[in-house]
């Protein structure tokens, strides 16, 4: 098993910047991506970013290009969400999940390749 734990989430004001962590433990993956989602009040969790266990290749949802940016520590352990020019509509809970995956280069987008997940954290932003 993984558990993912997820810290920096908080209230902040439009245009403002957050940096959300997650930390990975339990069993160690040969080889997974990383990645972020969210859930506003009454929609559907939706794709934020994602990174590959290579590091390179991440991959974005359109409404956060440009402005967000993931990454990963170097011990594999660990992933980073950086939001910048925080928007009122980015208010969510926002998680982190692992997915196992066949190459370091994949970039899951669904929440069905996924296969672990962190309680999440939320994120309000204040117009």
């Known amino acids: 098993q993984v558990q993912l734990v997820e810290s920096g989430g908080g209230l902040v004001q439009a245009g403002d910047s957050l940096r959300l962590s997650c930390a990975a433990s339990g069993q160690t993956l040969s080889s997974n991506a990383m990645g972020w989602f969210r859930q506003a009040p009454g929609k559907e969790r939706e794709f934020v970013a994602a990174?590959?266990?290579?590091?390179?290749?991440?991959r974005y949802a359109d409404s956060v290009k440009g402005r967000f940016t993931i990454s990963r520590g170097n011990d594999k352990k660990t992933v980073y969400l950086q939001m910048n020019s925080l928007k009122p509509e980015d208010t969510a809970v926002y998680y982190c999940a692992a997915a196992v995956t066949r190459t370091i280069w994949t970039t899951p987008a669904t929440t069905d390749e996924y296969h672990y997940w962190g309680q999440g954290t939320q994120v309000t932003v204040s117009s």
């Open positions: 990174v590959p266990w290579s590091g390179r290749n991440t």
